[in-house]
């Protein structure tokens, strides 16, 4: 047995400095004299040149966007918007982030300071200059998102930095687009680049771009990229300085300064709205390397103290595989949920948040890797892994507050992305290779008093928009046989969470498409529900060879699903290579769905049949986990309350009411009562809230497949038994809370509350 | 005698505007008529006859060209009232048009909120699921039918749809546009089962690349459809009655008319049609002008929307959206931003911020000077707390405004950030100034213009306030407040000026090296198109007009751009020069050395505009000029404060209406019509022109 392994604030003697350990931003940033730093703001604006100046800065920032993607050439990064434009303070506060690749933000703010105190002193920081960096010990989520900054003068001094980040399509590395499923290494990975000047007095230095293009596959789409950075960081720059030349540098960083400030406020006047304590979220990722049939367990804790967050990974699994992030895409990960439902009404400005906000990371874990661990997959790996149960931690922080409450979101669609990649000969007879976009269709997780949204995107990225089907069938050689909707994917509950879809197809104008797979929520759901509310469906793939497709397209006759065809079925690896899809063969892959929110049995059994009716949930779905019997009100009731019986079956468990005023609610089941928790519906006693509220409810553990209709049988990826726990009120048989959790694992303490 | 005319339908108001042979214009607005709105419309013809002095039947039978622009459709969408749609497709792709590509639909909508996921949920389907009908067929990328249509589950699919009661029925197959012959058959088959059923094919709304957006529009176009075509026959059938002989002609949002006929069929291109007919309007007065650059801007009530004409013909978009959903359709290109004179003004104490917009009072409560129950500030409030409106004289003295309770209002909202109330109605328009040069050059720098080669056209209400502020902030040559008369129905005034206009487009992508031939073909395809249909509407070869573009984009890149053929077909060794065009124009566009040399070209859309002259206004330069003003045109100066000087002047105010051409006032000054007020800024001079427009110069 390895010795545990030790959180930062107990480690001695190690460095982050972005070479083995992440980069870990010290509180005062050591600069080189030699920069000279432009620190004067005006403090007491008015309110109109506040408002004039604010407005500028965020349309600077929607320019600098836009200016990249009208230059791109890159579809995939287009479709998926997977880039970021930034404005920073000289010290690199965030002043705003644009609403494209959320996560880009969060790794942006450790990119500048590296820079500024890595490179302030050699070769030094100067009007004129860039830096183009991409390694993600540094600050990046992985390789492929690589970043241009800009630091920007004003007389001599450092005024502000413009930054953009930009996905590439190929930066090296052993597997073609550079999502490298069975790299060893970072070795085997894309070029790490930290940041180097790569622009010199406004000129490109030559030798720096040709050691960058010459990494890639497809160089000249690589340049072509490069200059829409250029373009995007010199457009905000321009802007920038005609600004200050209208109204002051000290008038303008003032502007930048208040716009911190008072995000700061406001996230300081949500935080002493909440009680403080400890929320917690336990996940798991499998499958790290092809073959691989274990799981890798990912933790998240949020303590609040006052007006403090603390954010840890600690009891997560060691890097393994090639599935690893590092730090920074660690805490861009969570800062994505933090923006999304404490900071979304300062429109993207988080400085202010962030001077209250700590990560205490693990080093040597999943998400907080080592140098060299490969991490080329990190997005959609233990990056996902480490975004959506932020998601939770957050809202349930949160929930305490009836306003603050109404932000909450559960996790969404496309948890984990169930890659389909795929290359050959297309039907211009050309050589190509795809990573299939669809699932940025996802879902969005319901909310504490609605649904979720059925194929409403991915949390993460808020305005993409996936292909149509006639934009990937005029590009590839495929043709599809469906894209839908999927019955009883979103997560049950009080509110539902959004459906996701699947798509399926078959080679069109070619003769055989290669195929990888790289994937993971396929054997156990990683879009849970909460407060009762149940998962959204995993992530599926379905292969049938040698089908009768033909025979059915011959006689006019399509399918709706692939079930509806014959021929052999073939289980498909999350990590499984180079196989073949012939003509006949038929493949489909469905994206993980939103989890619910809320016990099932309390959603109103209206929306339940109108669900129903419009084919989102199945009748048999209705009445096993809904209750509901359409139609029939009394019948419903009947159905209900012999599901809450069962749930309270076989229970030692007595039940004892309090009295006594309610003194919050902790969940949207949980109250607390004096000292001790207690049913939101029932006061039913559920023991002090100096313990574990779980170990005072009926546990019931049910297979992994109890928890949705999608699920299937978890033994075809995994070797460990997952279960599906539900926690219920002794009294009234309410779900309070469910869990997800390899069979040996105790219950997790997820709500913890220190109040006085 | 014959007459031109023009009529707007608003929700408020319906606008005529009726020019006779030699250019004289007159115009009559009288109260629309909701639901019936054609009622209004024939008031209106009424109070044009009266005023002409002549019957209305005799007025009718000497209407020479007619053309109308309605919110009917606009408004049906607002308020959900259109038709039950049955939706059939291609089986398995029955979601695409709930999938939305996977999006919200977040066009239009405030872009900072899109991260707070609970208030960007879906629009309400144009189509519940439950009225989709998939139906086996399929054609491929190439226009192969892959697998033949199944009229048996097509007409099982009709009859159930019909069953359930809809009054409309939309059919789009996966790349009909490639090969329609599928649609075209269910269309037959719906139409051997009921007659009566409203059907729309998507190949003949939006023939183009991407299922979700051409279903959408498709599935509107039905939705519109009952409700549209039974408006417009109804008013066809009046105006026949009352003796009028031409074809009644409807405003498009492509600019432009189509015939009532086909306006009938595809409602769609009515959507958003009343702002496009303003810039028909000034494309119109700016060639009459010799200006071929302009900046349209309309600020009304609710929002600031502005466009573009550059070299004397619009910008264009073709993807639009409206209530969150996206769709297809060739489209003049406005765009819009919520800062009006309805803009609500709110501060926060605690950080000392106060921000305008983009949510807006409306009409009711409206600001707080309408004493409607209002009682947070807008930007009229500070307007008239300035000084800049007159509170006795507002729209001509046909509404009084309360002083007292806006200046309480605004003060009480500046104590609250430590402002005065005149330094707090002073940054109100600031910012609101301020947000509406951003738009602007949003569609100018930032689409490669250079404000300075334009002039401003200021429309609406509440523009000519605000117009010498933002175009000075932007650097604009000048600005117009187009002639007096024609300003408040200007909207009708660019329906009577414009032509008949089809746009026809085949979607094919091809990439170089194509040959010449191959896209002549597709042009001939579409000119015969054109002049069958032109043909139909009785309209003489002779007054036929064709334009033909290409959308043409790097091989492998999502942007495309619109070139337009200097040829009607295409020469042998056309790629060169087509090559260079693009090139330039995506330059212009995407900044220098953005294009890439050599690269391959794909031509996506094939397009033409099919023009057909219609008769046109005429418009009479005056021919005295004179700096001299008369007496009566100066009215008694009032106190005004200007955020410029900071202080309160007692300034100059004119009667427009009584200025003469060549009659000039120097800024600070106000200069007021029945339907607006001039502001004439500190620094600026305004200047009547020959054709009765108000022209703002920068000193």
């Known amino acids: 047995m390895n010795a545990p392994l030790k959180k930062l604030s107990e480690l001695t003697g190690v460095v982050f400095d972005g070479r083995r350990s992440g980069y870990v931003p010290p509180k005062t940033l050591s600069i080189s004299p030699k920069l000279k730093l432009h620190k004067k703001a005006k403090k007491d604006l008015d309110p109109v040149t506040f408002e004039v100046v604010r407005h500028a800065l965020w349309n600077v920032n929607e320019e600098h966007g836009a200016t990249i993607q009208r230059l791109s050439g890159s579809p995939v990064a287009m479709y998926a918007l997977d880039l970021n434009p930034s404005i920073l303070t000289q010290d690199a506060e965030f002043v705003y982030f644009g609403p494209y690749m959320q996560y880009m933000s969060g790794v942006t703010d450790t990119q500048v300071k590296w820079t500024l105190e890595n490179r302030s002193d050699n070769p030094g920081i100067r009007d004129g200059d860039m830096f183009l960096a991409n390694d993600p010990w540094v600050g990046a989520a992985h390789q492929m998102d690589v970043m241009l900054l800009c630091p920007v003068f004003w007389r001599g001094e450092l005024f502000c930095w413009v930054t953009n980040c930009l996905h590439q399509y190929d930066i090296g590395g052993i597997t073609p687009g550079s999502f490298c499923p069975s790299a060893r290494d970072a070795f085997d990975e894309g070029i790490l680049i930290p940041p180097v000047k790569i622009v010199e007095g406004n000129e490109i230095r030559r030798d720096i771009e040709e050691i960058y293009l010459r990494s890639s596959r497809k160089p000249s789409a690589v340049a072509l990229d490069f200059r829409a950075q250029l373009a995007g960081n010199m457009t905000a720059r321009d802007r920038i300085l005609s600004l200050i030349s209208r109204y002051s540098a000290e008038t303008v960083k003032g502007v930048m300064r208040k716009i911190i400030d008072d995000g700061e406020r406001a996230f300081l006047k949500k935080l002493s709205r909440l009680p403080d304590g400890i929320w917690r979220d336990r996940t798991y990722v499998e499958c790290c390397r092809p073959g691989d049939r274990s799981v890798h367990r990912v933790v998240l804790s949020l303590y609040k103290n006052k007006n403090k967050l603390v954010f840890e990974n600690e009891g997560t699994d060691p890097q393994a595989g090639g599935i690893n992030a590092t730090y920074s895409g660690w805490r861009g990960a969570i800062m994505v949920a933090l923006n999304e439902l404490m900071c979304w009404e300062?429109?993207?400005?988080?400085?202010?948040?962030?001077?209250?906000?700590?990560?205490?990371?693990?080093?040597?874990?999943?998400?907080?890797a080592d140098f060299p661990a490969s991490v080329s997959t990190a997005p959609v790996q233990c990056m996902e892994i480490s975004l959506y149960p932020a998601y939770n931690v957050l809202s349930k922080m949160i929930y305490p507050d009836p306003e603050l409450r109404r932000d909450l979101m559960c996790i969404g669609g496309t948890s984990q992305w169930p890659a389909t990649i795929f290359r050959g000969i297309d039907q211009w007879g050309e050589r190509y290779g795809y990573l299939l976009v669809d699932p940025i269709g996802g879902a969005i997780g319901a909310f504490s008093h609605a649904d979720g949204i059925s194929t409403g995107g991915q949390a993460r990225t808020p305005i993409c928009k996936l292909p149509n089907v006639e934009h990937t069938e005029q590009s590839f050689p495929v043709l599809f046989l469906y894209r839908k909707e999927i019955t009883d994917s979103g997560g049950a509950g009080k509110y539902r969470g959004g459906l996701s879809a699947e798509s399926c197809f078959i080679p069109h104008g070619t003769d055989s498409i290669v195929h990888d797979t790289l994937s993971s929520g396929n054997a156990i759901p990683t879009s849970s529900g909460m407060m009762g509310g149940y998962p959204g469906a995993v992530n599926r793939y379905r292969f049938l060879k040698q089908s009768n497709i033909f025979e059915k397209m011959k006689a006019s006759e399509l399918v709706k699903d692939i079930s509806e065809l014959h021929g052999v079925e073939e289980t498909l690896q999350l990590r499984q290579q180079d196989f073949i899809q012939n003509p006949s063969d038929v493949y489909a892959v469905l994206w993980s769905a939103a989890g619910g929110f809320g016990d099932p049995l309390e959603r109103d059994p209206a929306k339940v049949a109108a669900d129903v009716e419009n084919g989102d949930v199945s009748a048999a779905a209705a009445k096993a986990i809904y209750g509901v019997v359409i139609g029939d009100a009394e019948a419903t009731e009947r159905e209900r309350n012999r599901i809450r019986r069962l749930r309270l079956h076989n229970s030692k468990t007595r039940s004892r009411k309090l009295d006594g005023p309610i003194r919050l609610l902790a969940t949207e089941n949980l109250a607390v009562r004096g000292e001790r928790y207690a049913c939101a519906?029932?006061?039913?006693?559920?023991?002090?809230?100096?313990?574990?509220?779980?170990?005072g409810c009926v546990r019931k553990d049910l297979p992994i497949e109890a928890s949705n209709p999608i699920v299937g049988d978890p033994k075809r990826f995994i070797d460990p038994q997952p279960q599906f726990r539900q926690f219920c009120c002794p009294g009234?048989?309410?779900?309070?809370?469910?869990?997800?959790?390899?069979?040996?694992e105790p219950p997790l303490r997820d709500v913890e509350l220190f109040l006085k | 005698m014959s007459y031109l005319v023009g009529i707007d339908i608003g929700g408020t108001f319906t606008d005529c505007a009726i020019v006779d042979r030699a250019g004289k214009l007159l115009t009559t607005k009288v109260p629309s008529t909701p639901p019936d709105f054609s009622r209004g419309m024939l008031d209106a013809l009424g109070a044009g006859a009266q005023a002409?002095?002549?019957?209305?039947?005799?007025?009718?039978?000497?209407?020479?060209?007619?053309?109308?622009?309605?919110?009917?459709?606009?408004?049906?969408?607002?308020q959900k009232r259109g038709a039950k749609v049955g939706?059939?497709?291609?089986?398995?792709?029955?979601?695409?048009?709930?999938?939305?590509?996977?999006?919200?639909?977040?066009?239009?909508?405030?872009?900072?909120?899109?991260?707070?996921?609970?208030?960007?949920?879906?629009?309400?389907?144009?189509?519940?699921?439950?009225?989709?009908?998939?139906?086996?067929?399929?054609?491929?990328?190439?226009?192969?039918?892959v697998v033949s249509l199944n009229e048996t589950e097509a007409e099982a699919a009709i009859r159930s749809l019909l069953a359930e009661g809809v009054q409309a029925i939309a059919i789009c197959f996966l790349w009909s546009f490639r090969n329609p012959a599928h649609e075209q058959r269910v269309r037959s088959l719906v139409e051997n089962i009921s007659k009566d059923v409203f059907v729309t094919c998507s190949v003949d709304?939006?023939?183009?690349?991407?299922?979700?957006?051409?279903?959408?529009?498709?599935?509107?176009?039905?939705?519109?459809?009952?409700?549209?075509?039974?408006?417009?026959?109804?008013?066809?059938?009046?105006?026949?009655?009352?003796?009028?002989?031409?074809?009644?002609?409807?405003?498009?949002?492509?600019g432009g008319t189509v015939p009532v006929g086909r306006a009938g069929e595809a409602p769609l291109l009515t959507l958003d049609s009343g702002p496009v007919s303003g810039v028909t309007a000034s494309m119109f007065l700016g060639a009459a002008m010799g200006e071929k650059?302009?900046?349209?801007?309309?600020?009304?009530?609710?929002?600031?929307?502005?466009?573009?004409?550059?070299?004397?013909?619009?910008?264009?978009s073709f993807v639009s959206n409206t209530d969150q959903y996206e769709y297809f359709l060739p489209k003049v290109d406005l765009q819009a931003i919520g800062a009006g004179g309805g803009s609500l003004v709110r501060v926060k104490p605690e950080t000392r911020t106060m921000t305008v917009g983009p949510d807006s009072a409306g009409a009711f409560p409206g600001p707080v000077c309408y004493g409607r129950g209002g009682s947070v500030p807008t930007v009229t409030d500070a307007e008239l707390v300035l000084g800049y409106l007159d509170p006795d004289n507002f729209a001509g003295g046909k509404m009084k405004l309360d002083f007292s309770s806006a200046a309480k209002a605004i003060q009480d909202l500046g104590k609250k950030i430590n402002m005065d109330a005149m330094e707090?109605?002073?940054?109100?328009?600031?910012?609101?100034?301020?947000?509406?040069?951003?738009?602007i050059r949003k569609v100018t720098v930032e689409k490669g213009f250079d404000p300075r080669d334009f002039v401003l056209f200021a429309f609406g209400g509440a523009g000519p306030a605000h117009a010498g502020v933002f175009a000075r902030e932007l650097g604009v040559r000048k600005v117009v407040i187009p002639q007096r008369k024609a300003a408040s129905t200007w909207c009708a005034f660019g329906a009577a000026a414009a032509d008949v206009l089809h746009i026809f487009e085949h979607t094919e992508i091809m990439p170089t090296p194509v040959g010449a031939d191959r896209i002549n073909r597709v042009l001939d395809a579409l000119q015969s198109q054109a002049k069958k249909r032109m043909a139909d509407e009785g309209i003489a070869a002779g007054r036929q007009r064709f334009e033909f573009s290409l959308d043409v984009r790097h091989k492998g890149q999502i942007n495309e751009v619109e070139v337009l053929l200097p040829w009607s077909r295409l020469p042998a060794d056309f790629e060169l020069k087509l090559r260079k065009m693009f090139v330039e124009r995506y330059e212009q566009l995407y900044g220098r050395g953005s294009a890439l040399a050599g690269a391959q070209l794909e031509f996506v859309v094939s397009r033409l505009r099919a023009r057909a002259l219609t008769p046109r206004p005429k418009l009479v330069f005056s021919k005295r000029s004179s700096k001299t003003m008369a007496k009566s045109a100066i009215r008694k100066r009032r106190d005004i404060y200007w955020p410029d000087l900071r202080k309160h002047r007692a300034t100059p105010v004119f009667d427009g209406e009584k200025l003469i051409s060549g009659n000039q006032v120097r800024g600070p000054a106000i200069v007021e019509t029945a339907d607006t007020t001039v502001v004439v800024h500190p620094g600026t001079t305004l200047r009547l022109d020959a054709l009765g427009n108000f022209e703002i110069g920068f000193r």
């Open chain 2, 52 to 78: 002409l002095g002549v019957s209305l039947d005799r007025f009718c039978r000497d209407i020479a060209f007619l053309s109308h622009g309605t919110t009917v459709g606009t408004n049906t969408i607002i």
């Open chain 2, 87 to 145: 939706l059939i497709t291609t089986k398995g792709h029955e979601d695409a048009i709930h999938i939305m590509r996977g999006s919200r639909g977040y066009g239009g909508r405030d872009i900072r909120k899109v991260v707070h996921f609970p208030e960007t949920s879906k629009p309400a389907p144009i189509v519940p699921k439950r009225l989709i009908r998939g139906v086996s067929e399929r054609v491929d990328c190439f226009g192969e039918i």
């Open chain 1, 681 to 695: 519906k029932c006061a039913a006693d559920l023991g002090s809230i100096k313990d574990n509220y779980k170990l």
């Open chain 2, 424 to 439: 707090c109605a002073a940054g109100i328009c600031r910012i609101v100034e301020l947000q509406m040069a951003d738009v």
């Open chain 1, 346 to 368: 300062q429109y993207y400005a988080v400085g202010g948040a962030l001077r209250h906000v700590e990560f205490n990371p693990t080093p040597g874990t999943l998400n907080c």
């Open chain 2, 205 to 254: 709304i939006a023939p183009k690349w991407g299922e979700y957006e051409r279903v959408t529009a498709t599935a509107l176009n039905a939705y519109l459809g009952p409700v549209m075509s039974g408006y417009l026959q109804k008013l066809d059938f009046s105006l026949k009655d009352l003796g009028y002989r031409h074809g009644l002609q409807i405003t498009q949002c492509g």
């Open chain 2, 293 to 316: 650059n302009v900046i349209t801007t309309d600020m009304g009530g609710t929002s600031f929307d502005v466009s573009i004409i550059h070299d004397g013909k619009p910008a264009y």
């Open chain 1, 732 to 744: 009234c048989g309410l779900a309070i809370e469910n869990e997800i959790a390899v069979a040996e």
